[in-house]
């Protein structure tokens, strides 16, 4: 890969968690220097234990290295007398300040809107929120559980009526990834519109509206017909039996999805080896699927009991119609549309730890941006107070001051 696209663009990122961090984690792949200040407590994504897996596993504390991987480090305490002078130092020749604080902290830290381009009037000022800039809400936190998953309507959406609670996210993360790629699209946008007319911008991205983006469908058509939610999509509640989910005789599953169910009955049909399914008097049309759906998914799910996984796959490589197989997280490394599109990459630390890491899900040059590892805590602190006039005393005393770690 040649040029990355933002190479030459210098964020400065004041976050922590996983929204905000993840946009500037993508920013960092897309070829952006960006600059973490975090507190010499450190991130507290850094302590994370996850799913049973406790920080420092196998050598790495995984979900802070994937939402800050390819970034710098300055191990800064923003509350310490003198930090905010240095920090503004940092934000002269910016490009970009990228921001997950609540309202009331960039007030008090005096890293506002208007404390921030009185610096540097060009740069993007980009925060990310939980609801959104406005309203009763926007002094309030948020995370993906809650801003995107729960309120949004998503939690609702996906959760079978018959369930006594919603069900929960299907991972850690979840709203923050899909929310900070979105950000960093925002950010590419704010950059292009610069160089166009000079001006910089405010860019807000929230949980809330990336969920209500991904769920629009079902808010437009509730809305449009006087409802609070759409019909759940169980396996039941289809109007195509050939858009679901079906399971083989040794418990794997197809995802089915073709759309015009007329159109690929009779193929589907008589790949699977029921041919007599084809003209069946419930059957034969897609209103009479529709009529007799129950029966219908019933009689398809007794079709796929008969095959094994390999074996439905064969079938239905032998019609036309769409359909792909249903996996788990730890198979898609090893899928071979994965494989042959770099959309993972083994990450090597240099020190005998390899890390593998989802690519940025753009690509250029259809070729995916490379990956380089997150820093350690601090480690580029020396560095970036040099690049912004400090002498090695002036580094020293801002430790002793408790300003740097």
Request: with cysteine; aromatic share 8%.
């Given at each position: 890969?040649?040029?990355r ?8 990122e004041?976050s ?9 984690a ?5 070829g ?9 407590t ?7 234990n ?28 923003l ?56 309203g ?19 939690a ?23 929310s ?77 999805c073709m ?12 790949a ?14 897609d ?10 998914i ?81 480690a ?18 801002a ?7």
């Amino acid at each position: 890969m040649g040029q990355r696209p933002l190479e030459g663009i210098k964020v400065v990122e004041v976050s922590m968690w996983a929204f905000v961090p993840s946009c500037g984690a993508v920013l960092a792949d897309w070829g952006a220097s960006v600059t973490k200040v975090e507190p010499a407590t450190g991130d507290p994504m850094r302590g994370l234990n996850y799913a049973g897996i406790a920080p420092g596993h196998g050598g790495f504390t995984f979900m802070y290295e994937i939402f800050n991987r390819g970034k710098r480090n300055v191990a800064m305490d923003l509350t310490a007398e003198g930090a905010t002078d240095l920090l503004y130092k940092m934000v002269e020749d910016a490009d970009v300040f990228l921001i997950s604080l609540l309202p009331a902290a960039r007030r008090k830290l005096k890293v506002d809107i208007d404390d921030i381009r009185a610096i540097n009037p060009k740069i993007i000022y980009a925060v990310g929120s939980g609801q959104g800039a406005f309203g009763d809400d926007a002094e309030k936190g948020g995370y993906d559980s809650i801003s995107f998953w729960a309120r949004s309507g998503i939690a609702s959406a996906v959760t079978p009526n018959d369930l006594p609670y919603p069900l929960q996210m299907p991972g850690g993360a979840f709203g923050d990834g899909t929310s900070g790629a979105i950000f960093a699209g925002g950010i590419a946008a704010a950059l292009l519109m610069r160089a166009n007319t000079g001006e910089g911008s405010v860019v807000d991205g929230s949980l809330m509206a990336t969920a209500m983006w991904a769920l629009q469908p079902g808010i437009v058509g509730s809305t449009l017909i006087g409802v609070d939610e759409l019909p759940k999509m169980t396996r039941n509640a289809v109007p195509n039996p050939l858009v679901n989910t079906y399971r083989t005789s040794d418990h794997r599953y197809l995802q089915l999805c073709m759309l015009q169910g007329q159109r690929y009955w009779p193929g589907f049909c008589t790949a699977m080896g029921a041919p007599e399914l084809v003209e069946h008097p419930d059957f034969a049309t897609d209103a009479l699927r529709f009529a007799n759906i129950d029966a219908c998914i019933a009689a398809v799910d007794a079709v796929f009991a008969k095959f094994t996984f390999e074996q439905a796959c064969a079938a239905l490589a032998n019609q036309g119609g769409q359909w792909d197989i249903v996996q788990k997280a730890g198979e898609l490394p090893r899928d071979r549309a994965a494989i042959a599109n770099g959309y993972t990459q083994d990450v090597d630390y240099g020190d005998g730890r390899v890390l593998k890491m989802v690519s940025t899900p753009v690509q250029f040059d259809r070729k995916p941006s490379p990956i380089s590892p997150a820093p350690a805590l601090g480690a580029h602190t020396d560095e970036v107070m040099a690049e912004i006039g400090l002498d090695e005393e002036a580094i020293i005393n801002a430790k002793v001051a408790g300003i740097l770690l």
